[in-house]
């Protein structure tokens, strides 16, 4: 299930290399994978993936996150890969959590209000709270 943030960002679980095509038509330009390979047996590696959005012209970057937490690198990674697409993005994890999670700090880090990150994501059924620090410190008192 596809949960839009905004315009500009969508997260979700686990997609399948057939899911690709249609993401490609629903006007995604990016897809971002927060997953690392062989979480769970049976999950398709991030290298189907990317065959699979780059055949339907979409860029596709991984940016792993393990239940270790959040790091620097991969907040700027984020980023990046969201600074870099030229329309709309899917990042995917198992549920859609951590990439909503690290959605969020890297749009804090690029100076989003966190009270309105943490409304998009309250309104699409994520809770921030637990990273609420971490926004505020990012986004640097805005």
Same mark, same amino acid.
């Given at each position: 299930?596809?949960?839009?943030?905004?315009? &500009?960002?969508?997260? /979700?679980?686990?997609?399948?290399?057939?899911?690709?095509?249609?993401?490609?038509?629903?006007?995604?330009?990016?897809?971002?994978?927060?997953?690392?390979?062989?979480?769970?047996? *049976?999950?398709?590696?991030?290298?189907?993936?990317?065959?699979?959005?780059?055949?339907?012209?979409?860029?596709? !970057?991984?940016?792993?996150? &393990?239940?270790? *937490?959040?790091?620097?690198?991969?907040? @700027?990674?984020?980023? /990046?890969?969201?600074?870099?697409?030229?329309?709309?993005?899917?990042?995917?994890?198992?549920?859609? &959590?951590?990439?909503?999670?690290?959605?969020?700090?890297?749009?804090?880090?690029?100076?989003?209000?966190?009270?309105?990150?943490?409304?998009?994501? /309250?309104? !699409?059924?994520? @809770?921030?709270? *637990?990273?609420?620090?971490?926004?505020?410190?990012?986004?640097?008192?805005?």
């Amino acid at each position: 299930m596809i949960r839009p943030i905004d315009e &500009t960002i969508a997260v /979700a679980p686990q997609i399948s290399v057939g899911d690709v095509p249609g993401l490609a038509a629903a006007g995604f330009v990016a897809i971002i994978n927060n997953r690392p390979d062989g979480e769970d047996a *049976g999950q398709p590696e991030g290298a189907s993936i990317r065959a699979a959005a780059e055949a339907a012209g979409l860029s596709y !970057t991984e940016i792993p996150v &393990t239940h270790a *937490g959040f790091s620097g690198n991969q907040v @700027d990674a984020m980023a /990046a890969a969201l600074s870099a697409a030229n329309g709309p993005v899917l990042a995917y994890c198992r549920s859609g &959590t951590r990439s909503c999670n690290l959605w969020a700090l890297a749009r804090a880090k690029l100076g989003d209000n966190p009270d309105r990150l943490m409304a998009k994501a /309250a309104a !699409t059924g994520y @809770d921030l709270s *637990g990273i609420r620090p971490l926004l505020d410190a990012l986004a640097g008192g805005k």
